[in-house]
């Protein structure tokens, strides 16, 4: 279940604008520059009549965002395997050092070639965080809405600034200093706290979901299992979010589906095929062999049927994600919290075999349940499950990268940083 919002096709433009006016985002130098010719002077965001645009600006810059990370972290995390000839997809095939010059950005056509996720998730924190801060200052009776439009900035704030504590090695905010993961996610946690108490003031319960369910992601990460489960116990049946996507522009449509089906540039992992439940096939995991090879000539290719045309919307937070928490947060209960959740698909019933690690139970129902949400390599990296190592189905050697590294433009153009020790 959704909050509606409007004037999605508006969406692209503003963003540009607010960009164009605010300037390059401090700590990541050039790489919001943009020339536009419509765009917005300063004197025009005084209008509270712009409340709605700001919003609607800043949650489709996410969802342009979330989609390239839910990508890129899916080829790191062998969710999908490289089946192009591009060669800046290649790197994260591989997972090589050229990753420390990979900004990304938001595709401007649906034959986009370039992965990665840091300027698109930096700049849909920017305005988010920004279009708050101005809504705020507008007089309280002249925003209709008020605390539901922060609600939702603060919730977009907090699950673009958790992606960024999630996957990447280390982070930094405005010219600020180099921080781990760890801070990166202490932020988005109080993003989604501020969330909760707008969502509670606007009487809006999706939304507080949404912020409950973030949070107790947040606090999992963070390793508050307390909280995260006392967060994740609070998410009703059947609650889920999406991130929505649409074919009415290039920027607006799904790229997995783009990536995976459309093009044939990335490939389902085939370690994903023939996955049961019982005896009857995985749902969850749904790939079909294209009886084709991919983009490269070679690769044999798998197509997901998770999201099956351009504009399939991408879960972002949901009771299924909030049970599998709550499953990793108390053992005791994760047989039963999973079967919570298969009994609403379903499926058949887990039954461990004695001596099953209920730990290693949960990361793999997260692996089929979670499949191409983003979730897989964030729990590889805070569990140090292995990645692969030698060559890869190309006879490619992997190289060091896991987590997605801070690009070298940020640490140039941050004083506060400077360039790696490599």
Known sequence: MTTPRLARRGRTALALALLALHGPLAGCGGLLDVTNPNSVQEDDLANP????????????????????YVASTGVLAGEYVNASGWLDINGWGWRGV???QITGGCPTNRDATGLGAYTPLQQARYLAESAAERIASYPADQVQR????????AAYAGYATLLLGEGFCEMAFDQGPLLQPRAVLARAESLFTRAIQHAQAANN?????????????ARLDQGNLAGAAADAEQVPAGFVWNAEYST??????????????????????????????????????????????????????????????????????SWREAQLILAEARPA???????????????AALQ?????????????????????????????????????????????????ITCMPLPDQERLNNPNIGPRNS
């Open 333 to 347: 209960e994760a047989v039963a919290a999973i079967n919570r959740v298969r009994a609403s698909q379903g499926l």
């Open 205 to 217: 319960a999706p939304l507080r979901h949404l912020a409950t369910t973030g949070r107790a992601r």
């Open 49 to 68: 009549a712009l409340a709605q645009a700001l919003v609607t600006s800043a949650l489709g810059q996410f969802e342009c965002a979330y989609a390239s």
């Open 352 to 400: 461990p075999a004695a001596g099953d690690a209920p730990l290693a139970l949960v990361l793999e129902e997260r692996r089929r349940q979670l499949f191409s949400e983003g979730h897989r390599l964030n729990d590889m990296l805070r569990h140090r499950l292995p990645f692969p190592a030698g060559n890869n189905h190309k006879g490619q050697a992997y190289g060091p």
């Open 98 to 100: 050229e990753l420390y």
């Open 248 to 317: 009415v522009d290039p920027r607006r449509e799904n790229r997995v589906f783009n990536l995976n089906r459309r093009n044939r540039w990335l490939s389902v992992n085939p370690a994903y095929a023939d996955l049961t439940v019982g005896s009857a096939a995985d749902p969850r995991v749904a790939i079909t062999n294209s009886n084709q090879v991919g983009h490269d000539g070679t690769t044999r290719h798998w197509f997901q049927n998770k999201y099956t045309t351009a504009a399939s919307p991408i879960p972002m937070a």
């Open 146 to 153: 008020r605390d539901e439009r922060l609600g939702l900035l």
